[in-house]
């Protein structure tokens, strides 16, 4: 992949956390690539749909499922603009995505490089590769003004 494809396709999830944010919810964008192309997406909607799993990466995985007929989305990556929580990393391991790109790290709710580091349990059958920090800079950015803004 080139530095051009990786910057397109964390923008592209930038901008779905920018969606979220208009729309008071948390500021976190996914994408799953396949082949090359965005074939699922989603933004942060626990408080619009009242779920509490609507969170960015598992609207971006139900989106991709649905476009490839399928549950396991082997040769897939997600970019998604903030490191996965404990849920958010599970169900990137039951989809088989092959390929993680985060771009901000949380030290407080993230589970693959903080809290539990999920994919370095031995009871995880399935760990994507994980790509740490495209766009980190923009989505902290991001999250920084929409949590100053509430308080």
């Not at 649905?66 to 990137?92: K, N, S, Y």
């Amino acid at each position: 992949m080139t530095l051009d494809n990786a910057r397109k396709f964390a923008e592209q999830a930038l901008e779905l956390a920018r969606q979220a944010a208009a729309l008071g919810e948390v500021p976190v964008g996914a994408i799953v690539v396949h082949q090359g192309r965005v074939i699922g997406q989603g933004h942060n909607q626990p408080r619009a749909l009242n779920d509490p799993t609507a969170h960015a990466e598992i609207m971006a995985i139900r989106a991709a499922c649905a476009a490839l007929g399928t549950d396991r989305l082997t040769g897939c990556d997600l970019w998604v603009t903030l490191e996965p929580c404990a849920m958010c990393a599970g169900a990137i391991a039951h989809a088989r995505i092959a390929r993680l790109h985060y771009a901000a790290s949380d030290p407080k709710g993230g589970a693959v490089e903080h809290g539990p580091r999920l994919f370095q349990q031995p009871t995880v059958l399935h760990k994507p590769e994980v790509y740490a920090g495209v766009g980190a800079e923009d989505a902290a950015a991001l999250l920084k003004a929409f949590f100053a803004e509430r308080r």
